[in-house]
């Protein structure tokens, strides 16, 4: 009860706040005291089912990706989920020594670097993973937009290097970075790449390395996958500068006075001048065989679990069936209640719930715009409760909820959610908006809101399980607190 207390006053002084900007805001008329009727009900009808996840944006001309997930993880109730990268890589900047002179370097060294982005690193990391480095022979195309299902063509014969190794992404290590030239702690992996691509980087005449355009033109990007399944999944930052290929090489031409200096070269995914590069995520999901598969294709009003996955995973679906039978009452307060489940083959210390859950509602494709952002799932918006608590609030957890909870108010429940949908709810009851709202999992909301890419579902790829109506033990519900009139 304290947590639904906390968010009640919560919700009260958000009403209060926004009392004089928004007049349907329900709880708000003043009415006799002999004429208000304030009840409590948890018997509202719901039916919780999971739908498939959306093909989403993940490149436009105004989009990118805050992290890149790369993996083959293998979930005993969420089936295979593929995450493979394909990137352009950029000049440095300077123009490479290399290219203004005729044949007189050898490669030293080549590797390709990419910073982990540990926050969204998800799964079993003390596993051996092998990641696989490709060329794309295909040519990109920064001006247009790209979704999860977009692959491109690549020299799979030719690989361009090859890792096995156990991640560390949150263990620093000494390196020298060419593109700041000098030497820093950095949490990344060091993918080294074979002599023979560098030799080929170093014999590109100069035409090539003329600008970005020139030498992308040319070196179509590459293709980054993992070759193994394993229990978890990687993320990289690819936008940071210290991202992408650094090759280390010498001189031997006789004419050069210095021939025995070392010199290097850093081909970055994000240009430093910039120069705006191609970089996107294919994603792939495979229920087959799994409970959620047999979630998506059964009844949903006979469903016990509902399944929802970040990436380009499994959403869920709530819907009102009887809202028309409460017409006619004041909102007060609707709190919906989700408990989170743990299956015994579930593996729940490794596939552990998702951190943040947001509630949108279907609006056409221009109302779906917010704060100058596209929300990633076209035809969504977040709800009205959730605008509401980011304008009044920089915790946005607090009013809003949407968090993991591990004191549940949901009786016998280790873990669960709890999210304030008074105002939606009330815009329900009067027939405003469809009786329906969509769950997906997201990052954490209890940081200042900027723009709604930030609540990405591609930004994490951390999975739940929700026990629904018809769930024996630790059941979906609304709390409902309504005043009659």
Known sequence: MNYHLTLFFALLSLLIFNACNDSSIIGLEVVENDQVDVQVREDIPITLSTVPGDILEVFSPILRLNNYFCGEMADPIFGNTSASIFSELALGINRPIFAQASPGFEVRAIYLLLPYRADAVYGDTTETYTIEVFRVQERMNRNITYFSNQTFKILE??????LTFQPRPRTRNSTYLASVSQTASVNYLQVPLNEAFGNLLLQLDTATYANDSTFIDFFNGLH????????????FNLNDLNAGVHMIYDTIAPFDLDASRTRDYFFPFTSSRGIRTTKLVNFKHNYTGTRVQAALEGEADKQELAFLQGMTGTN??????NIADLKGLIVNQAILELPVIELPEGKSDVFTPSEQIIALKR???REAILFNQRIFLRGLRLIDDFELAARASTNIGRIFGGNLITKSPVENSSQSYAINISSIFQKMINGEVPNELILQAAPPADVEFVFAQELSKLDRASRTIIGTQNYQKNKAKLTLVFTKI
């Open 224 to 235: 980054i996958r993992m070759k193994t399944p394993t229990k978890g999944i990687i993320s």
């Open 316 to 321: 869920i679906k709530i819907t009102f069936p």
């Open 363 to 365: 609006v056409s494709e």
């Open 157 to 162: 014969e030719r690989p361009l290097g090859e």
